[in-house]
């Protein structure tokens, strides 16, 4: 079903929308909840979607405060929206708002995108393969993976992992925090090994993936979870044939320190975009029957090298 747009709300970032009422009634509206979201890039990645695909979507940011959430799922109802991207600190409080919650995104206690099946609002988790996508041509079968942070991310990487076939499940998956105690609840409840966070440069591992918020932009962009050098140090000469690739999960800045350090120590490196583009494509899919085209990925590619 269709909603019109609320006269005061407009395209995040863009200029007022001009009246139009005819396509006001056959626009569904869809957009990212959170709190706050003024560096989202999630309406640009959706918004170039629907206008490539001449789809008649206008995707908007809806900035909720957590005591307002209950709410906003009701407006959600009650204005039938098409569907609806989550993100911090909204992605667990949702689950009991929704009439459905998938057995993956229950798995990884979280939600990150709103859709309707039938007349039942339901939730689904696409961090996961958000994660996983850039992964998906790596061998990672009896690998050895080092995963740094306990926070949602790490929740969506170490349920994807985890849930490889047999034929592609890694070795051991490593788990440590700076805490070094936070991720020992995520560690029991998936089966990594928990380790010191002074221990992490020790672990050869084929795949070092930092879902931490170091490296991110602004007051942690200088920052990074791991030093390279130290670990070639620890592991050896045959370090970087050992630890051959390294994955951030932060996606602004497109290069963080972790990745410019892994290059310059011999490393593949898969950026955060990667993992950012798979979760919103797995969105577009949900709520449209479609891919996202190459015209979103683009524009994203253009507005995270413009910063």
Same mark, same amino acid.
């Given at each position: 079903? !269709?909603?019109?747009?609320?006269?005061?709300?407009?395209?995040?970032?863009?200029?007022?929308?001009?009246?139009?009422?005819?396509?006001?009634?056959?626009?569904?509206?869809?957009?990212?909840?959170?709190?706050?979201?003024?560096?989202?890039?999630?309406?640009?990645?959706?918004?170039?979607?629907?206008?490539?695909?001449?789809?008649?979507?206008?995707?908007?940011?809806?900035?909720?405060?957590?005591?307002?959430?209950?709410?906003?799922?009701?407006?959600?109802?009650?204005?039938?929206?098409?569907?609806?991207?989550?993100?911090?600190?909204?992605?667990?409080?949702?689950?009991?708002?929704?009439?459905?919650?998938?057995?993956?995104?229950?798995?990884?206690?979280?939600?990150?995108?709103?859709?309707?099946?039938?007349?039942?609002?339901?939730?689904?988790?696409?961090?996961?393969?958000?994660?996983?996508?850039?992964?998906?041509?790596?061998?990672?079968?009896?690998?050895?993976?080092?995963?740094?942070?306990?926070?949602?991310?790490?929740?969506?990487?170490?349920?994807?992992?985890?849930?490889?076939?047999?034929?592609?499940?890694?070795?051991?998956?490593?788990?440590?925090?700076?805490?070094?105690?936070?991720?020992?609840?995520?560690?029991?409840?998936?089966?990594?090994?928990?380790?010191?966070?002074?221990?992490?440069?020790?672990?050869?591992?084929?795949?070092?993936? !930092?879902?931490?918020?170091?490296?991110?932009?602004?007051?942690?962009?200088?920052?990074?979870?791991?030093?390279?050098?130290?670990?070639?140090?620890?592991?050896?000469? !045959?370090?970087?044939?050992?630890?051959?690739?390294?994955?951030?999960?932060?996606?602004?800045?497109?290069?963080?320190?972790?990745?410019?350090?892994?290059?310059?120590?011999?490393?593949?490196?898969?950026?955060?975009?990667?993992?950012?583009?798979?979760?919103?494509?797995?969105?577009?899919?949900?709520?449209?029957?479609?891919?996202?085209?190459?015209?979103?990925?683009?524009?994203?590619?253009?507005?995270? !090298?413009?910063?």
């Amino acid at each position: 079903m !269709n909603a019109s747009i609320p006269s005061d709300i407009s395209s995040s970032g863009s200029k007022p929308l001009q009246a139009d009422p005819q396509a006001a009634a056959e626009t569904v509206l869809y957009g990212v909840t959170g709190w706050p979201l003024a560096q989202s890039l999630s309406p640009l990645l959706h918004n170039t979607g629907f206008r490539t695909l001449g789809l008649p979507g206008l995707y908007l940011r809806w900035e909720i405060p957590p005591q307002r959430l209950p709410a906003f799922v009701d407006s959600v109802r009650t204005l039938r929206l098409g569907g609806c991207s989550v993100t911090i600190p909204h992605k667990v409080a949702l689950l009991p708002l929704l009439d459905e919650v998938s057995p993956l995104a229950r798995q990884v206690g979280a939600v990150n995108t709103i859709y309707w099946h039938g007349d039942k609002l339901c939730g689904e988790n696409t961090d996961v393969a958000g994660f996983m996508a850039p992964l998906a041509h790596e061998d990672l079968h009896g690998a050895d993976i080092l995963l740094l942070g306990a926070g949602g991310a790490a929740r969506a990487a170490a349920a994807g992992l985890m849930s490889l076939a047999a034929d592609r499940r890694p070795g051991k998956v490593f788990i440590s925090t700076p805490s070094d105690s936070s991720h020992l609840p995520l560690a029991e409840e998936f089966e990594l090994h928990p380790i010191l966070w002074a221990q992490r440069h020790d672990i050869p591992a084929r795949l070092v993936v !930092n879902t931490t918020p170091l490296g991110m932009r602004g007051k942690a962009e200088d920052e990074t979870p791991y030093l390279f050098d130290l670990a070639d140090k620890k592991i050896g000469n !045959n370090a970087a044939e050992t630890t051959t690739l390294a994955y951030d999960i932060v996606y602004n800045p497109l290069e963080t320190l972790f990745l410019r350090d892994a290059a310059r120590h011999g490393r593949r490196c898969l950026s955060g975009m990667d993992m950012f583009f798979g979760q919103g494509d797995a969105q577009f899919r949900l709520w449209t029957g479609q891919n996202l085209p190459i015209e979103s990925r683009r524009a994203l590619e253009a507005a995270l !090298n413009s910063n």
